[in-house]
């Protein structure tokens, strides 16, 4: 119930910003608005206030202001299609921009509230741990190097270089500096940064229990918080990624731990995860995190930085899917969004308006591809009128429409699918 709640919340704010947007586009330019909905489909509720109906329909997956005069010929002032084509293109384009507008706001306040970084973020980035098999392993990647800079790029802390390797996500090449033994060594090569596990290298975890889950194998044999692993059926334990790797195959555990400066040993059997199979015992790292927060003026620059990284990042994936270098199964529809709007709520606010800024630049990236039935498209039409200088066969805008229809129908099913497989596989969203 949450999760339906955390996502009925995400996606109205969403469409409504979207839709005032047209709403007072249309307004200031003078045309007449005469529904103005929230959801499509059966109306649940409406007011008429003024010359607009208002309306919160059944089915949450979008929105729309039907402007008085949308088809051609009528010659009303008050009429949209009455307009010169740069106002009908701004109408178009409101949409998008308050979504933007949203989510500058949205980054804005997270960076004035502040939000809860783990310690380490802000430390210097000293490989604790390398995964096997991943690009920074591939890259000859060690435990113990300093990573310096990336792509010439300087790298202060861990937070730092999660964000510049965030940004060469879809970059072939790689190179890191690092310091190793006292020298400065450069690594490069191809490398995935798309892969699902992400880039290999992890900071230091100490094996300490931070929390145990009520009800799981550890709670059931005693584990506490604080208490420290020191091995894993004999192999000893220096990271808690160690401790993760060694847990999520096993059948059986017997654990060495430090509790109070006494050393315990305890067997117990783990649970399975029914969708992946791997095992699990219910625990938790203990993560010192640190609140972060930043002055008015730093903090609405740097929502403008996140908007045009997220930007760039996803005009990059949708040029990945048109050459086929990305997968189109990495795009997500309802379910993911459900999924993720649900765990974001679990997090606490700040993660809640985080996601909501992310999908808010989404969105707006989204209406704005010159595709039939999304803003964009109506975009390209008035761009033709223009330089045509004479309106588009009315034929030509039935069939444009219908191709839209089809398009949308056929995108909505696909990413529904997409959303159901990797519910049933128990891949992470």
Do not use: C
């Not at 010169?84 to 306040?109: D, E, R, T």
Request: a positive charge; zero cysteines.
């Amino acid at each position: 119930m949450e999760t339906v709640l955390a996502f009925l919340v995400l996606v109205g704010i969403l469409i409504w910003f979207h839709e005032l947007g047209h709403f007072l586009f249309a307004k200031l330019f003078g045309v007449k608005v005469e529904v103005f909905s929230v959801g499509f489909g059966p109306v649940l509720f409406k007011k008429q206030w003024g010359e607009t109906e208002y309306r919160l329909s059944a089915v949450p997956l979008g929105g729309f202001v039907k402007l008085y005069g949308e088809e051609d010929g009528i010659s009303d002032p008050r009429a949209f299609s009455s307009k010169p084509n740069w106002q009908k293109i701004l109408i178009a384009f409101a949409g998008s921009f308050f979504n933007f507008i949203l989510a500058v706001l949205i980054f804005w306040l997270i960076g004035m509230l502040g939000k809860e970084v783990p310690k380490y973020a802000l430390e210097k980035p000293v490989v604790g741990y390398v995964q096997e098999n991943s690009p920074a392993q591939k890259m000859g990647l060690q435990r113990g190097d300093l990573i310096l800079s990336v792509n010439r790029k300087k790298v202060d802390n861990w937070k730092d270089l999660e964000e510049k390797l965030l940004k060469d996500i879809f970059e072939q090449e790689l190179k890191l500096e690092v310091l190793r033994n006292g020298k400065v060594l450069t690594l490069g090569g191809k490398v995935d940064l798309r892969n699902p596990r992400g880039f290999g290298a992890e900071p230091l975890i100490e094996p300490v229990v931070g929390t145990v889950l009520e009800n799981s194998p550890a709670k059931q044999v005693g584990l506490q918080e604080g208490d420290r692993i020191l091995s894993i059926n004999g192999v000893e334990i220096k990271s808690w990624q160690e401790a993760v790797k060694l847990i999520r195959s096993a059948e059986k555990i017997d654990l060495k731990i430090e509790r109070q400066g006494q050393i315990r040993e305890i067997t117990l059997v783990p649970m399975k995860d029914p969708r992946t199979g791997i095992s699990m015992i219910g625990i938790a790292p203990k993560v010192e995190t640190i609140k972060v927060k930043q002055g008015p003026f730093e903090a609405f620059k740097g929502s403008f930085e996140r908007i045009a990284t997220l930007t760039a990042l996803t005009l990059k994936a949708l040029w990945g899917m048109i050459t086929g270098s990305l997968s189109p199964t990495n795009l997500g529809g309802p379910i993911a969004i459900a999924q993720m709007a649900g765990q974001s709520a679990q997090q606490g606010l700040i993660p809640y308006l985080g996601l909501m800024a992310f999908i808010s630049v989404q969105l707006a990236i989204f209406n704005l591809l010159p595709l039939p039935m999304l803003d964009g498209g109506l975009i390209l039409l008035f761009l033709i009128e223009s330089i045509r200088r004479k309106p588009l066969p009315l034929k030509f805008k039935e069939a444009w429409q219908e191709l839209g229809f089809a398009l949308i129908v056929a995108l909505s099913l696909f990413v529904i699918l997409n959303d159901l497989l990797r519910l049933i596989s128990g891949k992470k969203f």
